[in-house]
């Protein structure tokens, strides 16, 4: 079976296979920090890096690991990459830490994580499992921002409020408000909230699924049509 190319891996990771929207994989984290659109960002880098970094090390031991052992090897692997991480927002990104709170250790639980290990990090080589995990953090983490952006848009009129703590403070102009006075939804930031945005993200997702099978389609029997007259 032919390896897919780097583009559909990229593809894979931020569209076609994206874990948050197709495999439904990371839910916990995706659902419980979304209530802004720099929590979402957030938590979104810090699940990539844990990625990227076990899937390139997994990738380099995958044929050092006996078969036996290789789930509690990956959980080790995974689990040490988030104590830096952790350890890294608690130095540089206090405040944000503070915000995401008990979420960064949960990271290695993600099932999105240890999924990508075993499905493709131990099976590949380094270079794709590089690929592999900087796209599918980087799906990830647009579905983190996106989700974040509507809650906290319609439930409180603002959007990538308190930037600056992840960003500096020159991100303190990229805030937007739409003023005092705006009177938001509150069921949007709340759990309800979360699973309703969702729920409209992946209905989105397959309603434009649909439109471009059904342009391929058309472009197909347009094609084999021009042919046949041909002949």
């Not at 990090?121 to 900087?134: E, H, I, N, P, W």
């Not at 906290?152 to 805030?175: P, V």
Request: proline share 3%.
């Amino acid at each position: 079976m032919a390896e897919k190319s780097y583009g559909a891996l990229v593809g894979d990771g931020l569209w076609t296979n994206n874990q948050a929207l197709v495999a439904l994989l990371g839910l916990c984290p995706l659902l419980a920090v979304t209530t802004s659109a720099t929590n979402g960002l957030g938590m979104g880098l810090a699940t990539t890096a844990v990625l990227v970094l076990s899937n390139l090390t997994i990738s380099l031991i995958r044929n050092l690991v006996r078969p036996e052992v290789r789930l509690p090897v990956f959980v080790m692997v995974i689990a040490s990459f988030v104590t830096a991480v952790e350890l890294s927002m608690q130095a540089f990104f206090f405040e944000l830490y503070k915000v995401l709170g008990l979420f960064i250790p949960l990271i290695v639980t993600n099932c999105a994580i240890i999924g990508r290990a075993e499905a493709f990090a131990s099976k590949t080589t380094v270079d794709r499992a590089l690929v592999d995990g900087l796209a599918m953090g980087l799906g990830f983490t647009l579905v983190l921002m996106v989700l974040g952006g509507m809650r906290e848009f319609i439930g409180q009129g603002t959007l990538f409020y308190q930037a600056h703590l992840m960003l500096g403070e020159a991100a303190k102009g990229l805030s937007m408000s739409l003023g005092p006075d705006f009177q938001g939804a509150l069921l949007a930031i709340l759990p309800p909230g979360a699973f309703i945005c969702l729920g409209l993200l992946i209905a989105l997702k397959n309603l434009i699924d649909k439109r471009l099978e059904q342009r391929e389609r058309e472009a197909a029997a347009a094609t084999g049509g021009e042919r046949q007259a041909a002949a």
